[in-house]
């Protein structure tokens, strides 16, 4: 527990598909919020209060209310409507045991 008095309940990890490897960084970073939602979806539609995403990349906050995106992002932003959340920017020094967790070389390959 932080000073805030947040912390995580749960950790899941995913190996990035070959094709998804040559992403562009702010398309893989958006691209793990979009699966950890897939991932959660369960537990997050239901909430009737917002929650929150914390991202190490300033750009990803106004992704919600960009008004020109591309037609994979479009897709993405379709599902991402469908929950009450806000994505907040989160210096990555301050993250420093969910990056050690993310650079970890054992994960899964995804799957769908």
Known sequence: VNDSG???????????????????????????IVWALKHWRAFLLPLSDSFEVLTDHSSL?????STVITLHKACWAEFLYEFHFTITYHPGRLATLPDALSCQGDMYQERG
């Open 6 to 32: 947040k912390h995580p309940i749960a950790f899941n990890s995913c190996k990035l598909l070959p094709a998804k490897l040559n992403y562009e960084i702010h398309d893989k970073e958006l691209l793990g």
């Open 61 to 65: 906050e106004y992704f919600m209310s």
